[in-house]
């Protein structure tokens, strides 16, 4: 494991990882993508720079609120910036039933100005040429969070080199403290914590249509994050529920509860109908990072009762 440490503190990765944190229903919302490549160093806020040089203000609020996630990508190993290379853009729905992915080659960036941000929000293809994927999206945004760069190159590289024009480098998709992240795309599966070897594995699952439960943080169209962590612990108690359909949070419902923290998710798993009972349990004490203050993981559990056959 690489070093993510200073003055003695661990960064905020490494100390999840310690204190046990599940990276289980932890997955931002994600509906659909608007991947825009960047080469060279990325600043900290270098995505909304980007954005803001090609759209008017206020015109990406109603399609991000809808799920599409605008992100930066670039390609693994050295960042050096060409001002007058072609840019790849890739457009993505990411919805069961409604997975597609597009490129398009644009010679200048403001030419991403004439987009249906609408329709790509709604999951509707057709702006750009059909192209077989998935994409392997790993985030390196050092200047967001150390730990994504620390942890996430090396698993740009592997993959990088394994999966030549599938891999790239992502910025900031958010969960820091569970780099490092792969997100795969328009399956609409997060990752977390994993090293490289785990990295290759979820994308050899990937490329066969199937999903890794190990280290899932959740599917990104799903719900809510108890819809998502109820999803992952199907996945784990059954093994043979690999398709990226193959389980699917339905329902879901409070239970009156002291504290107000446990849902009943009905998840249905191919032929089967599963009740989850999730509980989000007070976290345990907090402890001090290096780069994102205290750190104190949310703590689930669950308990799985298998319904009547669907």
């Known amino acids: 494991m690489p070093n993510v440490s200073s003055g003695g503190l661990p960064g905020c990765a490494i100390l999840t990882r310690q204190l046990g944190g599940d990276p289980a229903g932890t997955a931002a919302l994600m509906t659909s993508w608007l991947l825009i490549e960047q080469p060279g160093p990325w600043p900290a806020d270098a995505l909304e720079q ?9 015109r990406l609020d109603a399609p991000r609120a ?3 996630r605008p992100l930066l990508i670039r390609r693994p190993g050295r960042h050096r910036r060409d001002a007058d290379a072609p840019r790849t853009v890739y ?16 010679a200048d960036l403001a030419d991403l100005a004439s987009l249906d941000l609408g329709a790509l929000a709604a999951g509707t ?10 994409l392997f ?10 730990c994504c760069a620390v942890l996430g190159r ?10 030549p024009g599938l891999a790239w480098e992502v910025s900031h998709v958010g969960g820091d403290r569970w780099a490092g992240n792969l997100l795969v795309v328009p399956d609409g599966f997060l990752h977390g914590q994993l090293d490289p070897g785990e990295a290759a594995l979820v994308a050899k699952a990937a490329l066969i249509g199937q999903v890794q439960p190990d280290q899932m943080r959740g599917r990104t169209s799903a719900a809510s994050p108890w819809v998502q962590y109820a999803e992952v612990a199907v996945r784990k108690r059954f093994d043979h529920l690999r398709g990226l359909d193959a389980v699917l949070g339905v329902a879901e419902r409070a239970v009156e509860t002291e504290d107000g923290e446990t849902r009943v998710v009905t998840v249905q798993g191919l032929d089967q109908l599963y009740e989850v009972t999730v509980r989000r349990n007070p976290a345990g004490p907090a402890r001090n990072s290096r780069c994102s203050g205290m750190i104190a993981p949310p703590a689930y559990t669950s308990s799985i009762k298998t319904l009547a056959t669907a």
Request: aromatic share 4%; net charge negative.
């Open 154 to 163: 090396p698993l740009a590289g592997v993959l990088g080199e394994n999966h």
């Open 91 to 106: 457009l993505a729905g990411g919805v069961p039933g409604n997975r597609w992915l597009e490129r398009l080659e644009v």
């Open 66 to 68: 809808a799920g599409l």
């Open 50 to 58: 980007t954005l803001s040089s090609v759209f008017a203000p206020g």
């Open 137 to 146: 999206l790993v985030c390196t945004h050092g200047t967001k969070d150390m």
């Open 125 to 134: 293809p057709g702006q750009g040429d059909r192209v077989e994927g998935p």
